[in-house]
């Protein structure tokens, strides 16, 4: 693979600078990290290592800035409202998952640069657990929830701890409640018929790979992973970072025999069409620590406007 030059990569992702020296700071990032694409994609190429990289968004950004912005996640937080019927039902992950499992779920969405990546976690799992259980394709609001469940909703959550505030109150559709990367005014908008009326965690904490897999047989799950090292995954299956520690939430959608398959919040330019391959492993956490946390889905009912 060809990498861009740094002036064809900043035209092509609609990159502004205010001056010279940021241009030129940029560029220096952005060269850096080209070398250790490259050294990547070589061995990608040469048989050595199961994944690739690509330019995106984040080419120009520096470690540090990329895990400030966009992982957020907070894994001490817990829920904090018992009124929501908490199902704990583990039955399906001691099962022995068969061939493999890929759910057909919400399109891919972008956080954009806040760090709101619990609110996309939380939503992916509403209309995922919708669609698969009700047939419906609406398209809910990440703004609703992390207007009118946090008061710091770009720095950080956990989308099991925003279901409880959202328990039998009306979900709001995404087109009447935008989104806009930032803290806002909780209010209302354009109901899409859905509820939550329970969730449940079928993947316990510091599960198996097995079980894992077992329990996506039956729903997609929401998810908690380290994505420190996500940033210039281009394709394949990923097989970096078994971390235990934890900054990102995800939705895992499936598994074959050799990954799991996952959705992210970063645009369907990152990635595989917005979506990441972790190798599957029962060594430690868990690629990017997927095991560490365990899984749950919120249980939907109701009708929806399909908008």
């Known amino acids: 693979m060809v990498f861009p030059t740094f002036a064809a990569y900043a035209a092509t992702f609609g990159k502004t600078y205010n001056s010279n020296d940021e241009w030129s700071a940029r560029q220096a990032i952005y060269e850096a990290k080209i070398v250790d694409m490259e050294a990547q994609n070589a061995k990608f190429d040469a048989g050595e290592d199961t994944w690739f990289t690509a330019v995106n968004q984040f080419t120009d950004w520096s470690d540090e800035e990329f895990v400030q912005h966009m992982l957020n996640f907070e894994p001490s937080q817990s829920i904090t409202n018992s009124s929501i019927p908490v199902i704990e039902d583990y039955s399906d992950s001691l099962k022995a998952s068969v061939g493999d499992k890929q759910w057909s779920v919400s399109p891919v969405k972008d956080q954009g640069s806040c760090g709101s990546c619990w609110a996309f976690g939380a939503v992916a799992g509403m209309e995922g657990s919708a669609k698969v259980k009700l047939g419906s394709s609406a398209t809910l609001s990440e703004q609703y929830v992390m207007d009118c469940t946090s008061s710091a909703a770009c720095s950080g959550g956990r989308a099991d701890s925003a279901y409880p505030q959202l328990y039998g109150k009306a979900l709001y559709t995404q087109s009447s409640y935008p989104y806009t990367a930032r803290n806002g005014n909780c209010h209302t908008g354009t109901d899409s018929g859905l509820r939550i009326s329970s969730l449940t965690r079928s993947f316990p904490k510091s599960g198996s790979d097995s079980q ?74 868990g690629t990017s620590g997927i095991l560490a946390d365990g899984g749950f889905y919120p249980t939907m009912s109701g009708g929806s406007v399909e908008v």
């Open 212 to 285: 894992l897999a077992s329990a996506l047989d039956s729903n997609p799950l929401v998810v908690a992973v380290g994505a420190s090292s996500w940033s210039s995954y281009g394709g394949g299956v990923y097989s970096g970072s078994t971390s235990c520690s934890l900054n990102h939430q995800v939705y895992a959608t499936g598994y074959d025999s050799s990954s799991i398959k996952v959705k992210n919040s970063w645009g369907s330019s990152w990635g595989e069409g917005g979506y990441i391959r972790l190798a599957r492993t029962s060594s430690g956490c």
